[in-house]
């Protein structure tokens, strides 16, 4: 299985920036798109942001133009910066993994995915 672990979640003041990135291992060889999620309290877990294997990027549009996702194939990790925080971005971030060969990617459907992260907290203040 697929293992994901995310990190550099924390609080911010709004305005403020933070990088998240997702370390994966147990990889099968099969090339992997991925997708960033983020669920407050009280509300449903959404897609923020996704790239597939060729590093095409997806945003939801409430983040476009703030946050990028890239990815580092050597190091299998996916990074999202996050820039220009806004109190509603606060929430757990959680990333996802998939087989590319499993979909049209990327894509940013919670349903897309079947590897996820435990996530890490980003509180904007």
């Known amino acids: 299985d697929v293992q994901l672990v995310e990190s550099g979640g924390g609080s911010v003041q709004a305005g403020g920036s933070l990088r998240l990135s997702c370390a994966a291992s147990?990889?099968?060889?099969?090339?992997?798109?991925w997708g960033w999620f983020r669920q407050a309290p009280g509300k449903e877990r959404e897609g923020v942001a996704a790239?597939?294997?060729?590093?095409?990027?997806s945003y939801a549009d409430s983040v476009k133009g703030r946050f990028t996702v890239s990815r580092d194939n050597a190091n299998n990790t996916v990074n999202l910066m996050m820039n220009s925080l806004k109190p509603e971005d606060t929430a757990m971030y959680y990333c996802?993994?998939?087989?590319?060969?499993?979909?049209?990617?990327?894509?940013?459907?919670?349903?897309?995915?079947?590897?996820w992260g435990q996530g890490t907290q980003v509180t904007v203040s």
């Open positions: 996802a993994a998939v087989s590319c060969l499993y979909g049209a990617f990327p894509s940013i459907k919670e349903r897309s995915y079947n590897y």
């Open positions: 147990g990889y099968t060889g099969s090339r992997y798109c």
């Open positions: 790239i597939d294997s060729d590093g095409i990027a």
